[in-house]
């Protein structure tokens, strides 16, 4: 992926708002040594400069500016994006309804007229041959059909970017049964549909399936079920924020795995990663924010 | 005590009497392989309820040697379950195992009134983990067989599986309410009911345990994750039990966990008279042995 940003031979800037912790800083300050990034560091200038002589960095790389709280600094650095200063905002030590605050307030955010404001991630783990596009850990609690349709056609088009012409979409549950005691069987079974259809194009698409039919050739076979996913999924759709959550936390502390994602929905890429994100993973979704903007 | 590793359970196992274990249905080579091996390795003693033909045919054709082995011939299907329960039911056996049977007709006459398992408690699955990037060994229950549990069958999946973890020699275990975050979000009805079950535990109603919640994934597992974001909790990074908020939830966490992240899983049904082992065709050969040690060791 970063070589793919780097063979655009194009320079971005992004804002990130309460620039503060290492981690941030530390992930930002490689992007702008590696040549693809400028970055405005938004928040207390005090406590930037001290951060970023505790970790070695010179804080002359950066343009800081000053912001006296959360709120500022988020509304700060939304509205800098907005006016094209910077391609991109990001997130930094704010907590993430603070900060979504500003990306939605209605006259001065980021949001693009009726979409749907959701999260699309890649993972990439050593035990799975190719990156995996998950929806949605972080923004939409209980998806409802409408809002599973935009998060997997945004989904799909993350991958449209990655040079994925047609991938392939496991919509998750517990089981691959429909039945009434799972919710989203029958918003699944729609979109599956709409995608026959070409509602939502360009993509294969099957589910209920469960995780190991969505991603294991081999329970597959075992169980006999005909998917035209087939243990290779490209895009895991969630039924919730609740489960996709663990999923994705679960794979980097567990697993190995490696997260970039950011926020859809939106005119710019607007990157939110949690504060106990680590600097690998933050520089990964500045990268990812690259090829979406 | 804590276990690090699925391992340490044969040390439990080996400091008490062998424990009798009922194979249900037993013309079953998936489960027959690993119920073989569990006796090899003197961890149960079992008794294959069943087809004996059947069984024999499969024995010979996979080169088991089951000499001395307590055979019941029962070839109807439904009947060698009943049997089963009611062996296990009148003390006869320690462990229940399902072989060549759906877990449905098993489960039925688990809660049979007259002769089944029941105990008057919730019956939980419970998948204790072990995972080379944690310290110790993890519970993730219920990750198969309630499918959206209310707060009272929460209450119940937490005093099964702590329970369980004291019958293998804990104290005061860990459990970390799993969220989608750490903040109780009033539209978000798990994280609502990890309050309360913390809350509930502070004032003894659920005891012998330490609960917390909501508590993220990464909070509940991982220390640095915790500080990071200034949660304080005696639990945090270091869960015993980690508490599903539903099924949709939990099964594609174990799921992932043993496929992405290459973790040793047992699992076992809590809530009944006695532990209960159904695996399914598509376990792996070891979790199949580990969780017949699980329940081995979960013996009261």
């Known amino acids: 992926m970063v070589e793919t940003v780097l063979s655009l031979k194009r320079k971005y800037c992004v804002a990130v708002a309460w620039a503060q912790d290492p981690h941030t800083i530390g992930a930002i300050h490689r992007t702008v040594s590696e040549g693809f990034i400028d970055a405005y560091l938004i928040g207390r200038t005090s406590d930037i400069i001290k951060t970023c002589r505790s970790e070695g960095i010179n804080e002359k790389l950066f343009k800081i500016v000053e912001a006296a709280s959360e709120t500022i600094a988020s509304s700060m650095a939304v509205a800098m994006t907005k006016n094209g200063q910077a391609d991109i905002v990001m997130k930094g030590l704010v907590g993430t309804d603070i900060f979504l605050k500003a990306v939605m307030n209605k006259k001065n955010g980021l949001m693009l007229p009726g979409a749907v404001l959701t999260y699309v991630g890649a993972i990439q783990i050593p035990a799975y041959h190719k990156l995996l596009f998950i929806t949605d850990p972080a923004v939409i609690p209980y998806p409802n059909l409408a809002q599973k349709v935009s998060m997997a056609s945004y989904a799909v088009e993350m991958a449209h970017r990655f040079g994925i012409s047609k991938p392939s979409v496991a919509l998750l549950a517990a089981s691959e049964k429909t039945g009434k005691h799972f919710s989203s069987s029958a918003d699944y079974s729609a979109m599956v549909e709409m995608a026959e259809k070409g509602e939502i194009k360009d993509c294969i698409m099957d589910g209920p399936l469960d995780l190991f039919l969505a991603c294991d050739k081999n329970s597959v076979e075992i169980k006999g079920i005909k998917t035209p996913v087939n243990g290779e999924a490209d895009i895991l759709m969630f039924p919730s924020l609740e489960s996709c959550n663990p999923f994705y936390k679960a794979l980097m502390l567990f697993a190995h795995g490696e997260l970039a994602g950011i926020i859809r929905g939106t005119e710019k890429p607007v990157v939110v990663m949690s504060r106990s994100e680590s600097q690998i993973s933050k520089y990964y979704c500045i990268a990812l924010s690259c090829l979406m903007v | ?300």
């Not at chain 2, 049977?101 to 489960?107: A, H, M, P, R, W």
Request: glycine share 6%.
């Open chain 2, 1 to 300: 005590m804590v276990l690090n590793t699925l391992s340490d359970l044969k040390n439990i196992v080996a400091g008490g009497p062998r424990k009798k274990l009922i194979l249900a249905a037993a013309q079953d080579q998936h489960s027959l392989g690993a119920v073989l091996k569990a006796w090899k390795e003197n961890i149960v003693d079992p008794i294959l309820v069943g087809d004996t033909e059947s069984i024999q045919n499969i024995c010979i054709s996979n080169n088991y040697d089951i000499t001395g082995l307590r055979i019941i011939h029962e070839p109807d299907l439904l009947k060698s379950v009943e049997m089963s329960v009611r062996m296990v039911n009148s003390k006869q056996a320690d462990v229940l195992m399902k072989g060549m049977v759906g877990t449905s007709t098993l489960l039925k006459c688990v809660l049979n009134k007259d002769w089944g398992l029941r105990t008057g408690n919730l019956l939980s699955h419970f998948a204790l983990f072990e995972v080379d990037t944690y310290h110790k060994v993890i519970a993730v229950t219920d990750v198969a067989m309630n499918i959206a549990p209310n707060l009272k069958d929460k209450i119940a999946i937490v005093n099964n599986s702590v329970s369980c973890l004291l019958r293998l020699g804990y104290n005061m275990p860990k459990v970390a309410v799993l969220g989608a975050v750490e903040m109780v979000n009033e539209n978000m009805e798990a994280t609502l009911h990890a309050a309360l079950l913390s809350k509930m535990n502070q004032r003894d109603q659920i005891r012998n345990c330490i609960i917390d919640g909501p508590l993220a994934f990464d909070n509940a597992v991982s220390l640095e994750s915790a500080k990071h974001k200034g949660i304080k909790s005696e639990v945090a990074g270091d869960t015993d039990i980690l508490l599903m908020p539903d099924i949709e939830v939990g099964n594609v966490l174990y799921k992932s966990l043993v496929f992405f992240a290459k973790a040793k899983v047992a699992s076992i049904i809590l809530g009944a008279l006695a532990p209960i082992v159904l695996t399914s065709r598509s376990d792996s050969e070891q979790a199949k042995f580990d969780s017949i040690l699980l329940a081995a060791a979960s013996c009261k």
